[in-house]
């Protein structure tokens, strides 16, 4: 079957697919409705008919709209069942690495179809660059543990992009795969740097050479979602919403750039965005509210308390509540309906102060099981840790020692370090109460170095507490310090801000607190008329001559 090289612009339509010079021939496509994908270039040997389908489902699959991509690698093999590369793109939506989430099961019942082994698979493949594609598919639903997998998956994505080096497609999935094998852990600190670090390359040449490309602004996105890297991504965050603006996580993905540099008012209008689409999708598609994208009612809800618009934020686990009414939640997929409810009562009290209601109600929930996803895991420890916290900051002291009680005696795995940093943040809470200390010095030094978050911080900020203790105890230079580094690792954010203006004026610095009151009153432009700190932060920004 002679290879037929397809560019198709999904931006406004899949536009004719355009045949390699080997072939000479045309072979053009009626134009697709609508979907503004993005533009994807894979030359590949299926049939033109089935040209259409696969080619939207890799716009999708890089935009992480897995089962609308899944739909779409099925029609292809439909319309030519032998096209193996459309089970391989089938089988990549079942793996979610940068979620948490892995189905190898249904990854191989999908494959299954195409042909019962991997060596009778990639034989299907007429070209040897889509068999090299099949190798590194092959290799991460191997029968060996996720990290494994994941080294197999970027080794084989090296290995195309070394061989096809003009190839976006390689590069793209490149990136994907090194960030794969940097989340899914197992790598020295040095390898994972060095992985990070290609992530960005490989992401950063495809959205130079192809700006229209989904994966280039959404992978470098991702690979550059730190503080000291954002800044890198910021030209990607503004540009993926216009490119890919039919994809609801294109809509999202921009606030990951603006989170970690602080961009509070971009973060809202993103998240408000991408929520009104997931709403509208869901419509749609007739599915069930649990399918909802809480990922960026979440991120929205953190907007507008870093904006103060605490109201707003409040609003948004009303609506939580009101979409998830009668869904049996306990059999629900969707980790994320599952828990953020509970998440977003937490945010608003720990970025608030209100400690009242619901989220003082809470109960120790069970350790996480061993057959959970990743992020089932990662939402239960979150859980486990904000009602530790919640229960300091509403007195019940008997939550607090049943934690205590989980964590004596047993060594550490991922969820007890978890629980052990609740119980340090309760004992600075304590102090910062009025409880005395037993051993101050150890208290309130530095704690080790954690990495900055990605995304709305799901923790209390350790660097906060200490800020606000130090003060307590007359320690004001190492309280301006504190700060300091919160920032560092949460650029603007607003308690970081407050706290710093706070120290600052302590120490006598009038000119450094009036800076940081400054900061955070941009930050408040819109905010709550009736913010309780709204007057200490205008009287602080305009106390030495600068005036809002």
Not at 19 to 38: I, M, N, V, W, Y
Not at 81 to 107: Q, S
Not at 311 to 321: F, P
Not at 479 to 496: D, G, H, V
Request: charged share 25%; glycine share 6%; proline share 6%.
């Amino acid at each position: 079957m002679p290879l037929r090289t397809l560019i198709v612009a999904v931006a406004v339509s899949f536009l004719g697919a355009h045949a390699t010079a080997q072939a000479q021939e045309r072979h053009d496509h009626p134009a697709s409705p609508s979907l503004k994908l993005g533009t994807v270039h894979f030359p590949n040997s299926g049939k033109p008919a089935a040209q259409e389908p696969f080619l939207r489902g890799v716009a999708l699959l890089h935009s992480f709209e897995y089962e609308e991509a899944a739909e779409q690698f099925r029609a292809a093999q439909k319309i030519d069942p032998a096209f193996a590369m459309a089970y391989w793109g089938e089988a990549l939506t079942n793996i979610h690495p940068l979620w948490g989430e892995d189905d190898p099961v249904a990854a191989h019942a999908a494959l299954g179809r195409l042909s019962a082994t991997r060596d009778a698979r990639i034989a299907k493949a007429p070209t040897p660059r889509e068999r090299a594609y099949g190798a590194a598919v092959e290799a991460l639903f191997a029968n060996a543990d996720l990290p494994t997998r994941a080294r197999g998956f970027a080794d084989g994505m090296r290995q195309v992009v070394s061989a096809y080096p003009n190839d976006p497609e390689a590069a793209a999935f490149t990136s994907l795969a090194l960030m794969s094998v940097v989340y899914s852990g197992q790598l020295t600190p040095e390898a994972r740097r060095q992985a990070s670090s290609d992530a960005v390359t490989f992401a950063e040449r495809v959205f130079r050479e192809d700006p229209e490309h989904p994966g280039g602004a959404h992978y470098l996105i991702h690979a550059t979602d730190n503080p000291e890297l954002a800044a890198r991504g910021l030209t990607a965050a503004r540009r993926y919403a216009e490119i890919a603006p039919d994809a609801e996580h294109a809509l999202h993905m921009p606030s990951h750039i603006f989170v970690q540099l602080g961009v509070w008012h971009d973060v809202v209008s993103s998240n408000e965005r991408a929520w009104a689409a997931s709403r509208s999708e869901i419509v749609a598609r007739k599915l069930p509210n649990s399918d909802l994208s809480f990922h960026s009612l979440q991120w929205l809800q953190y907007g507008y308390l870093q904006a103060g618009r605490y109201k707003d934020a409040r609003q948004t686990i009303a609506t939580a509540r009101q979409v998830l009414s009668g869904i049996d939640l306990a059999r629900a997929v969707s980790s994320d309906a599952r828990y953020t409810v509970g998440f977003l009562e937490f945010q608003q009290a720990a970025n608030t102060g209100d400690w009242s209601g619901a989220v003082c109600e809470r109960t120790l929930p069970a350790e996480p099981g061993p057959s959970e996803s990743d992020r089932e895991r990662s939402f239960r420890i979150q859980t486990t840790y904000q009602t530790v916290i919640a229960a300091v900051m509403c007195g019940r002291n008997e939550v607090v020692e049943g934690a205590r009680t989980r964590v004596e005696g047993r060594p550490d795995d991922y969820a007890l370090v978890a629980l052990r940093r609740a119980l340090q943040h309760a004992d600075l809470l304590a102090y910062i109460a009025g409880s005395p200390a037993k051993d101050l010095d150890r208290l309130l030094g530095d704690p080790a170095p954690l990495p900055a978050p990605v995304g709305p911080p799901t923790t209390l900020r350790v660097e906060e507490l200490l800020g606000e203790a130090r003060i307590k105890a007359g320690r004001v230079p190492q309280a301006a310090a504190a700060y300091e580094q919160a920032l560092k690792l949460t650029p603007n954010r607003s308690r970081a801000l407050l706290g710093l203006a706070r120290a600052r004026r302590a120490a006598g610095d009038q000119r450094g607190a009036a800076d940081a009151y400054r900061k955070l009153l941009e930050n408040w432009r819109d905010a709550d008329a009736d913010l309780p700190v709204l007057r200490e932060v205008r009287e602080g920004a305009a106390s030495v001559g600068v005036r809002h």
